[in-house]
């Protein structure tokens, strides 16, 4: 029979004498190199499992020891255990017990008349597995939750039918002044402003800066903000939710709009330079004109006509350029 030659460290927590021999026999025959320790009492495992030197793939328990039995040592094992799988070793009496000790977070249970090496071998090896799928899913789960509750913008989960907030992090909390109960409590249209149109900011501000659309949500002191909502729909539960990041954009928009009335009065002064100042200086034109028509004997008079001309004529180029350049400015630019 083929050996497993991987390395395991087994904790065998039995006070019979005979029953450990049994196992550490069913156990050499499926691993080629197990590292066993025996226990005979709860306190002696204790003392194994706190040694910080040595850690365990599996802990193999017999409910009925001298110092603890029962729900109590499964409890109290299971606590000092960690992470490391445990699984239950007991007899036909107490079968009832063992299948609810799973309930408590044991691995497996194992009736030690049925024990043979390759079921002693797949179920120390499935609970091991399993175990590690477990804490992976566990990390995930975290990692997730402390980029949802640590993202320093808020985020919150609402119900798709209702509207009804389902969960909120801490930046939600902190940013709008509720507690979380609060929260918990209102839908999403409470805290959206009615009047989100009010200031009638120009539809180009988000457009071009990729705001979203222009929405305003309220605090509970009734301050008025705008926010970017960046949101997306998934599955909770078999429910239908969405998940929401609200990021306060007020200050961006409050310097977009100051943009946005110098771009109007940079326009106007443009029409100013197009269609009034341009005005008077295109008759002063014509009238050089004139006067190069008619001509002059004095030859000092008619330099100071073309000199006044090319200097007439670079104005008005200035003019135009400023008007062209002035046309061409854009609120995203």
């Not at 729900?71 to 239950?88: F, Y």
């Not at 979380?180 to 501000?205: V, W, Y």
């Not at 509970?220 to 539960?237: D, R, T």
């Amino acid at each position: 029979m083929i050996k497993d030659k991987n390395s395991y460290n087994i904790l065998v927590v039995e006070d019979n004498p005979g029953d450990f021999t049994i196992l550490e026999d069913l156990l050499l025959d499926r691993f080629s190199k197990p590292v066993i320790d025996h226990a005979k009492t709860f306190k002696a495992a204790s003392v194994f499992l706190k040694d910080l030197s040595m850690s365990y793939d599996v802990i193999l328990l017999d409910l009925s020891l001298p110092d603890k039995n029962g729900v109590a040592l499964v409890q109290e094992m299971l606590q000092i255990a960690g992470n490391t799988p445990v699984i239950v070793l007991t007899g036909y009496t107490d079968v009832t017990f063992s299948i609810k000790s799973i309930s408590l977070g044991v691995e497996d249970y194992l009736l030690k008349e049925d024990l043979s090496p390759d079921l002693l071998y797949r179920t120390i090896v499935y609970a091991i597995q399993r175990k590690k799928a477990v804490k992976a899913l566990e990390e995930s789960e975290k990692r997730y939750s402390d980029l949802y509750q640590f993202s320093p913008e808020p985020v919150m989960v609402y119900d798709m039918s209702t509207l009804k907030f389902l969960s909120v992090n801490k930046a939600a909390i902190v940013k709008y002044g509720y507690s979380e109960l609060e929260f918990l409590n209102l839908t999403m249209a409470d805290i959206e402003a009615e009047d989100s149109d009010e200031d009638n900011i120009s539809a180009s501000i988000f457009r071009e800066f990729k705001l979203g659309v222009n929405t305003r949500h309220r605090k509970s002191n009734g301050e008025l903000f705008y926010v970017a909502i960046h949101s997306s729909m998934l599955q909770l539960n078999n429910q239908p939710v969405t998940i929401i990041n609200a990021s306060d954009i007020s200050q961006t928009v409050e310097y977009l709009k100051a943009i946005e009335v110098y771009t109007v009065k940079l326009k106007e002064i443009a029409w100013t330079q197009s269609h009034i100042v341009r005005a008077p200086l295109s008759r002063m034109m014509g009238i050089v004109n004139v006067f190069k028509h008619i001509g002059s004997t004095n030859p000092e008079f008619a330099d100071w006509i073309i000199h006044f001309d090319n200097s007439a004529k670079e104005l008005d180029d200035i003019i135009l350029d400023i008007t062209r350049k002035t046309e061409a400015v854009k609120i995203g630019d």
